[in-house]
């Protein structure tokens, strides 16, 4: 079945160590791919966006992602995460390459962030 | 940089009453989408309009639901007969349409309906 997987609901880390938010698809072909990311109380925003080219794409924020076909995966990195990144992150699809289509969006993972 | 806006940004109503939730979306853009989150779950497509007529909606978007762009600007939801279970987070959202698919999908910052 077509599906976007986010396999961690909570990940807590320090601030300033790595992060890493796992995300898995599984599509006949390779989506748009997207990160949003949803503060308290607050709407939906991008982070970052694939749709073809370099697997390693560059969001705000100073977040990344990287793409790998062969893992049907699109992580989401960052090298040094600050208490404001706190929030819930989610990895969306786009499967059908079209205006008029829809984001299909994962479970969420929520980040806390340890002083 | 341009937005979309959504008001109310909270609405309480009485199960079995109408809800009209109103959107703004960037000027210029021409797909229009309506999404919505119930407490602790995942965002979950509504429907998407384009060209004055709905071009998708899930299995979610029943009779009871509704969108309508009244005017130039507008882009609204109805709901005809409130049920406990629409209480939820509906955000509003809208895209240019001018890159195949490959502009961005931008988000309003959301109307909580609380159904009581």
């Known amino acids: 079945a077509q599906s976007v997987t986010q396999p961690d609901i909570h990940i807590t880390v320090s601030e300033g160590a790595s992060l890493e938010l796992r995300c898995n698809y599984s599509y006949g072909a390779t989506p748009y791919l997207f990160w949003y990311v949803q503060s308290p109380g607050q709407g939906l925003q991008l982070l970052l966006k694939y749709f073809s080219g370099d697997t390693l794409v560059q969001g705000i924020k100073g977040f990344e992602a990287e793409f790998k076909r062969s893992q049907s995966s699109f992580n989401l990195r960052k090298p040094s995460v600050h208490w404001s990144d706190a929030a819930e992150y989610f990895c969306a699809v786009d499967p059908s390459y079209s205006s008029a289509s829809k984001i299909i969006f994962g479970s969420g993972t929520r980040l806390s962030i340890r002083p | 940089e341009p937005e979309v806006t959504q008001t109310p940004s909270h609405q309480v109503t009485q199960m079995g009453q109408e809800v009209i939730l109103r959107c703004v979306p960037i000027?210029?853009?021409?797909?229009f989408y309506w999404y919505r989150q119930i407490l602790g779950q995942k965002v979950e497509f509504l429907v998407s309009f384009y060209n004055n007529e709905i071009s998708e909606k899930s299995e979610i978007f029943d009779d009871q639901f509704s969108v309508e762009r009244p005017d130039g600007s507008n882009f609204t939801l109805k709901i005809r007969s409130t049920k406990l279970e629409d209480s939820a987070m509906y955000f509003c959202?809208?895209?240019?349409?001018?890159?195949?698919?490959?502009?961005?999908?931008?988000f309003g910052p959301g109307t909580r309906l609380t159904v009581l």
């Open positions: 000027s210029n853009h021409l797909y």
């Open positions: 959202a809208s895209r240019a349409g001018t890159s195949g698919g490959t502009d961005t999908q931008y």
